[in-house]
Each structure stands twice: as structure tokens, then as C-alpha cells.
């Protein structure tokens, strides 16, 4: 068998107990999802088509961290915020109507497409993968400092 010691610093268990958890996660999630925006504005700019769609880019955002009702968790959703102009147009080009549609909804055509009329030209995924790292190493360097330096 192996033999496995783990040797703490002076009054680490001290400092970690006395560390309140719910004030780690939400600073945490505060401090990473701006960086979490910024990707996702970069990956969607660049599946951005024409002019109408930078109202749904310039949306993106964070809303304030929270605990769920039941608990169990921490969140904070990114994304579009609500509602730009979009123009309808005919199958021969001419404007036919303008009106409001969610940012979200918007975000959606664009990562599937529209059946017949748009191409999906998906940016989430590639937004996600960009930003972890960057994400992890906010999560873990928010934990270091308000548990006095210890991993």
C-alpha cells in the first residue's frame, strides 16, 4: 500500500472554515462571466452577416450571480438581453416590414440557421471554448484570494 501525507499549512483549516462559501461563488461567477461576454461578443461578431445583427452581438451580457431557489447551486446566464429591430424582407429583396424580435431569438437563428434562408453559422460552442480557461483560472484565482492563498 502507498502512503499518502497531506501537510497544511499553519491555520489553513482555520482560514478555509472561517471562508464564507456562498461569498467565494458569487464573486467567482462575478469576476468570470465578463470574460465569458467578452468571447461571446468576439465569436459572434464574427458570424455576424449584416448590419441588423450587431444589436444582438452588443446585447450580450451577464446577469447578477445568484443562488438557485432550491439551493443546490450558484448561476449567472450570458447572453443576448433583450429586443432589436429586424426587417422582413420578400423573396425578391423588397422591404416588407419591420419589427421587434428578442436578441435571443436572434442568437438562435444564427448558431441553427433558418430553414430555407439562413445558413446556421454557429459561434457558442467555439465562445465557450475560448473562454475556459481563461474562466478556470478567474474561478481559481477568486478562490486563492479569499481563502488567503491556499489551493
Known amino acids: 500500500m ?9 491555520d489553513f483549516m482555520g482560514e478555509l472554515l472561517d471562508t464564507d462559501c456562498s461569498e467565494i461563488c458569487l464573486t467567482a461567477l ?3 462571466a465578463p470574460i465569458l461576454v467578452d468571447s461571446m461578443k468576439k465569436s459572434a461578431r464574427a458570424a ?7 444589436e444582438m452581438v452588443d446585447s450580450i451580457a451577464f446577469s447578477k450571480a445568484k443562488k438557485t431557489k432550491d439551493e443546490s447551486a450558484y448561476i ?3 447572453g443576448p438581453r433583450g429586443y432589436s429591430d429586424h ?5 425578391k429583396g423588397r422591404k416588407k416590414r419591420k419589427y421587434k424580435v428578442s ?10 440557421g433558418i430553414a430555407g434562408k439562413q445558413a446556421p453559422r454557429p459561434f457558442l460552442a467555439n465562445a465557450t471554448q475560448n473562454a475556459a ?3 478556470i483560472n478567474k474561478l481559481q484565482e477568486v478562490y486563492r484570494k479569499k481563502t488567503g492563498g491556499h489551493e
Open 2 to 10: 502507498a502512503d499518502f501525507d497531506v501537510t497544511f499549512p499553519d
Open 30 to 32: 462575478s469576476e468570470a
Open 48 to 54: 455576424v452577416m449584416h448590419e441588423g445583427e450587431s
Open 76 to 78: 449567472t446566464t450570458v
Open 87 to 91: 426587417t422582413y424582407y420578400d423573396k
Open 103 to 112: 436578441n435571443a431569438l436572434k442568437a438562435i437563428w444564427k448558431e441553427y
Open 133 to 135: 480557461e481563461k474562466v
